[in-house]
Every structure is written in structure tokens, then in C-alpha cells.
């Protein structure tokens, strides 16, 4: 049974636009969140990060948002570049093992 | 500064073979941590090491699947004998103390046929 979900596969954006990922997950006491982003035949690499006791973490283009209520969080992109296509993960420790998303896969269109 | 590797990046092998695969982690990290993923599916957990101790093996999926770290440095993942279900691309982290911020190797492709 998945603890994290991302529901939406893949998304296409326009370049300059707004991204906006997704992901859900389904126990309250999860406490810290991570977003990495994958290229083909690479490894996902660590992007941004956020603890529960924030509700918004911001680097640069990226920002990740926390609805603890909810039991979601979004990770916003803006502006979308094309080198940003690749497949992004959500994930969350817990004890001594990860639990990760089954990733959504971006298209930034030039 | 090297990052994570893994050897080999592909291995096509028959059910019933064996295969072992390697991750060597950035050098000083503590912690490793093997996943597998299936196309489309998540990247699942498999195990845990701090050093040489194994701290949490509750992902791996049965007793055909062995994993050790030898001396706390690299680590070793062997299937034995391999089935149809074990084909996937087993990604290697490792971490540095109580940091949550894992590097990832580029993953070894597994196809069993």
C-alpha cells in the first residue's frame, strides 16, 4: 500500500509558465518531505526539502508548499525552463527507510 | 569529490542465475541505502545500512536476496537465484549522518528473461 502518491503521471507545461506537481500522503505523523528530480539513465537528485513545521519553502524557481490538513504537498515551478523536463519524486523518511512516489513525469515545452 | 557509483550500469542474466550487483558511496557517508524500481512504478525501499550494520532490511523481498557492506565502505546486492519479478533498475544512496538528503547512483538496470 502506497504511503506517498503522486496521482499525476506526467504533466506538459509551456516554457515560462508554471508547474505545479503533486503529491499526497496518507500518514500524519510524516514530518519531513523531499522533492528530487530524475533525468533518464541518471539517479534522482535531491531538489528542495521542507519540514512539517513550515508550511512553504522557497529556492530559488522552486517552492514547495505543505498542507499538513490536507496530507498534500506541491512543488511549483516558475519559470519553467526546458532543462526542468525530467521526472520528479516525492518522498519521506521514516524510521530508517523512505518512502518515495511513483514520480510525474514534466514536459516543458519551448 | 566522486559521487555514488554502481557497477554494473546493465546486466541481462536467465532466471535462475545469479547476479551481484555493486555501489560504491560518496566516500565518508554513513549511511546506504539500496531501492528497485519497476517502470512506472515507485522507487521502493529495499535496505539500510549504517557502516557495516544493517538497520533496516524490512523492503527486501525475499530470502533470494542478499545484501552486505563490507567494512562500512562499499556494498554489494546479490540475487540468487534471480526470477522474471526481480527485473527492474536497482538505484544506490548514500547519505551523510542524520541527514535526510540522499545521492543517488545512476542505477544498475536488471532484465531477467
Known amino acids: 500500500d502506497q504511503q506517498v502518491k503522486q496521482n499525476s503521471p506526467s504533466l506538459s507545461v509551456q516554457e515560462g509558465r508554471i508547474s505545479i506537481l503533486n503529491c499526497d500522503y496518507t500518514n500524519s505523523m510524516f514530518d519531513y518531505f523531499l522533492w528530487y528530480k530524475k533525468y533518464p539513465a541518471e539517479g534522482p537528485t535531491f531538489l528542495i526539502s521542507i519540514s512539517s513545521i513550515k508550511d512553504k519553502n522557497e529556492d530559488g524557481r522552486f517552492t514547495v508548499f505543505l498542507n499538513k490538513s490536507a496530507k498534500h504537498l506541491s512543488l511549483h515551478i516558475v519559470p519553467s525552463q526546458p532543462g526542468d523536463s525530467a521526472v520528479y519524486f516525492c518522498a519521506t523518511p521514516t524510521g530508517n527507510q523512505f518512502y518515495f512516489g511513483t514520480g510525474t513525469s514534466l514536459t516543458v515545452i519551448p | 569529490e566522486a559521487g555514488v557509483t554502481q557497477f554494473p550500469s546493465h546486466s541481462v542474466i536467465e532466471k535462475g542465475q545469479t547476479v551481484t550487483l555493486r555501489c560504491d558511496p560518496i566516500s565518508g557517508h554513513d549511511n546506504l541505502y539500496w531501492y528497485r524500481r519497476v517502470m512506472g512504478k515507485e522507487i521502493k525501499f529495499l535496505l539500510h545500512f549504517v557502516k557495516e550494520s544493517k538497520q533496516d532490511e524490512s523492503g527486501m523481498p525475499n530470502n533470494r536476496f542478499l545484501a552486505e557492506r563490507t567494512g562500512g565502505t562499499y556494498s554489494t546486492l546479490k540475487v540468487q537465484p534471480a526470477e522474471l519479478e526481480d527485473s527492474g533498475v536497482y538505484f544506490c544512496?548514500?547519505?551523510?549522518?542524520?541527514?535526510?538528503?540522499?545521492?543517488f547512483g545512476p542505477g544498475t538496470r536488471l532484465t531477467v528473461t
Open positions: 544512496a548514500s547519505s551523510q549522518g542524520t541527514s535526510y538528503e540522499q545521492y
